[in-house]
């Protein structure tokens, strides 16, 4: 079985960067796909960006394509977030998300391993 354990997030002002870490234990690493989710208050859990098992594979939301990258490094089991240019929308608590194989699509019910998410707060 895989756990998440994510690092990162915090305050920083509009147009700044931040990096997410989303550390994984277990052997199978490399066979799971994840998935990066935010969820803002009031609203639903949204999926930014996933990668696949490979890494070959990058999905983004139109509201952060050229401005978030998510990346993994199978020798490390980490997968990496990085997010430039922040707005104040972007507030909201991150997500690492991970399933076996291929997720059928970009939705948290695809999905099945979670990590304790991280808060991040852009400042205007």
């Known amino acids: 079985q895989v756990q998440l354990v994510e690092s990162g997030g915090g305050l920083v002002q509009a147009g700044g960067s931040l990096r997410l870490s989303c550390a994984a234990s277990?052997?199978?690493?490399?066979?799971?796909?994840f998935g990066w989710f935010r969820q803002a208050p009031g609203k639903e859990r949204e999926c930014v960006a996933s990668i696949s098992w490979t890494g070959a594979f990058t999905y983004y939301a139109d509201s952060v394509k050229g401005r978030f990258t998510i990346s993994r490094d199978n020798a490390k089991n980490t997968v990496t977030r990085q997010m430039n240019s922040l707005k104040p929308e972007d507030t909201a608590i991150y997500y690492c998300a991970a399933t076996l194989g291929t997720p059928i699509a970009p939705l948290a019910k695809a999905y099945n391993l979670w990590g304790q998410g991280t808060q991040v707060t852009v400042s205007s």
């Open positions: 277990g052997r199978t690493f490399s066979n799971f796909a």
